[in-house]
C-alpha cells in the first residue's frame, strides 16, 4: 500500500491549504452541496486519506461505503488503466464488449436465488432504482410502489418520492412522481406499539389502502442506510417477500449501500435466506467507479422491449474493469469474512460506549456496517447536537467518521474492508473519548 496506514494529524483540520481550495469552492461550486469533511484529498489507500496539508486521517465512511475493497486497490487500478489505454467508450447499446457481460455474469452469479437470472449496468444508485421500478411496471402490468418510513433510495424524481426524509432530499423539488406509497418501518428501538405487528400491519395496509393486485414492486433497504442503519427484526423481510409472492408483486431489495460484503455477505439480504426478485447494486460494486446494476428473475429483466432500458454511459467498459478488479479483490483477500472481523471489533466497542455513556440509545447493525443513535440521556428523544460535537471532535483528531438517520443522531461507521485492526481500533478509542465530551 502506497499510503501510510498510520494517523497523523500536523495541522488544525482544515489546514491552511485546505482552506484556500475550500474557498475557492464557495466560489465556484454551487452552494448546494454538502461537505462532511473540510479537508482537501490528494490521496487515499487502506484505511487513510491524506489531505493537502499532510494530514492523514482515518477513513470511517469509505465514500459512503462505496470504496469497500479500499481506494485505488491495485486490482481496480490495474484493470481500469489497462481498459483506458485499450479504449475508453463504444455505448454499450451500439457496440458491446467484454467486460459488460462479465460483470453481468457475476451479479447473476453473486447474488441470492438459484434461478436463471439476468442484469442491466447503469451508472448511479438512484438510476438502477428507477429501471427497477421501470421493469417492475413492465412486467406486473401494474403502477403501485411500495417503500418504508426512513428509506432512501436516490434523488432523481422518482427516487425522491420513494425517499422518505424531506430535508435536505426533497424541500422544494416537488412535485413529486404519483403511485409511490411509504408503509410504516419495523425499526425495533423507536416502534410505536408492537413491533411483532409490523408486518401484518403494512399487509393491512397495503391491502386497504392500495390493493395488493395493483402494486407492481416493494422496494427496500435489507437494512436501512441513510435512514440510520435501522435492521428489522427477524421475519420483517421474509414475511414481506412471502406477501409480494403470493400477490404477484416484483420484490426488490435495494443493496445500493449494504451490497459487496459490507453487512459480512455478499449480500444482506442472505442474513434471513431472503430471494429478491430483483437486486439493485452500486456503491460497493466497482472501487469507486460509477456503476450500478439491476439483477433478477430472467423472465422479469427480459419482460421489457428491446431497447427499453439503456443510456449512454451505463456499464462504461471503465467502471466495468474497475467492478471486475474490486470483485476479484473481495473474493482474493477474503473480504467478507473481513467484514465480520471489523464488525466485531466495532460492535464490542460500541457496546462497551453504551455501557458507560446514557446518550447512546442504541447500537445495531451487521458486518462492517454499525452505527449508534444518540439521544438526551435517560429518554429515547432524538440528540443531534451530541452528534455534531462528536463529529467534530473526531475530525480535529483525525478520524472521519459520518451521520445518518431520519432525527440526525445516528453515528454510522462503514470502514474500508481493507483497514487494518489498528487504525479501526485507535478510531474507536478517538470516537470512545468524542462520545465522553459530549455527555
Ligand atoms: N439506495 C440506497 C440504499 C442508497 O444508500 C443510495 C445512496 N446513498 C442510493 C440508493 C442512491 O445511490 P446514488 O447516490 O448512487 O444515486
Redesign the pocket.
Known amino acids: 500500500m502506497n499510503v501510510p496506514q498510520q494517523r497523523k494529524v500536523v495541522t488544525e483540520i482544515p489546514g491552511p491549504k485546505s482552506q484556500e481550495i475550500i474557498k475557492r469552492r464557495s466560489e465556484a461550486v454551487s452552494a448546494s452541496l454538502g461537505m462532511a469533511l473540510p479537508a482537501v484529498i490528494t490521496n487515499a489507500g487502506g484505511g487513510i486519506l491524506v489531505d493537502i496539508d499532510g494530514n492523514q486521517i482515518i477513513d470511517m465512511g469509505a465514500g459512503?461505503?462505496v470504496v469497500n475493497v479500499g481506494n485505488s486497490a491495485p486490482s481496480v487500478v490495474k484493470r481500469v488503466q489497462d481498459q483506458v489505454a485499450a479504449f475508453t467508450h463504444t455505448c454499450f447499446m451500439i457496440a458491446p464488449y467484454e467486460g459488460y457481460i462479465e460483470v453481468c455474469e457475476k451479479l447473476n452469479a453473486l447474488t441470492p436465488g438459484n434461478f436463471k437470472k439476468k442484469s442491466a449496468l447503469f451508472?448511479?444508485?438512484?438510476?438502477?432504482?428507477e429501471n427497477a421500478v421501470k421493469i417492475a411496471r413492465h412486467y406486473t402490468k401494474r403502477q403501485a410502489v411500495v417503500v418504508f418510513e426512513h428509506?432512501?433510495?436516490?434523488?432523481?424524481n422518482l427516487?425522491m418520492a420513494m425517499t422518505a426524509k424531506n430535508m435536505p432530499y426533497k424541500e422544494g423539488f416537488g412535485p413529486f412522481t404519483p403511485e409511490v406509497y411509504r408503509m410504516p418501518m419495523a425499526y425495533p428501538f423507536r416502534h410505536e406499539g408492537n413491533i411483532e405487528h409490523a408486518l401484518e400491519e403494512v399487509i393491512h395496509k397495503i391491502e386497504k389502502e392500495i390493493g395488493a393486485e395493483n402494486v407492481a414492486a416493494i422496494v427496500i433497504?435489507p437494512i436501512?442506510?441513510?435512514g440510520g442503519f435501522v435492521v428489522p427484526p427477524k421475519g420483517f423481510l421474509p414475511g414481506l417477500v412471502e406477501f409480494a409472492n403470493k400477490n404477484g408483486i416484483v420484490f426488490v431489495a435495494?443493496?445500493?449501500?449494504?451490497g459487496f460484503a459490507r453487512t459480512g455477505q455478499w449480500f444482506a439480504c442472505e442474513d434471513e435466506g431472503v430471494v429478491p426478485d430483483l437486486i439493485?447494486t452500486?456503491?460497493g460494486i466497482a472501487g469507486g467507479l460509477?456503476l450500478?446494476g439491476v439483477t433478477g428473475r430472467a423472465e422479469i429483466m427480459d419482460s421489457v422491449h428491446a431497447g427499453g432500458l439503456g443510456g449512454t454511459y451505463g456499464g462504461s467498459p471503465i467502471a466495468c474493469a474497475a467492478a471486475l478488479g474490486a470483485i476479484a479483490t473481495i473474493e482474493e483477500e477474503k473480504l467478507v469474512d473481513r467484514a465480520n472481523q471489523l464488525g466485531s471489533i466495532m460492535r464490542s466497542s460500541l457496546d462497551e460506549m453504551k455501557k458507560k455513556y446514557p446518550i447512546i440509545g442504541d447500537v445495531r447493525g451487521r458486518g462492517a456496517m454499525q452505527a449508534i443513535e444518540l439521544v438526551q440521556a435517560g429518554s429515547d428523544e432524538p440528540n443531534s447536537t451530541a452528534l455534531t460535537s462528536i463529529v467534530k471532535y473526531c475530525q480535529q483528531k483525525g478520524v472521519l467518521i459520518l451521520s445518518a438517520g431520519t432525527y440526525g443522531n445516528v453515528i454510522r461507521l462503514l470502514p474500508p474492508l481493507v483497514m487494518p485492526d489498528h487504525l479501526l481500533k485507535e478510531a474507536l478509542v478517538i470516537l470512545d473519548e468524542a462520545v465522553a465530551q459530549a455527555q
Open positions: 459512503i461505503a451508472n448511479s444508485g438512484a438510476e438502477a432504482l428509506g432512501y433510495h436516490g434523488r432523481t427516487t433497504e436501512q442506510g441513510e435495494d443493496e445500493v449501500q449494504t439493485t452500486a456503491k460509477p450500478a
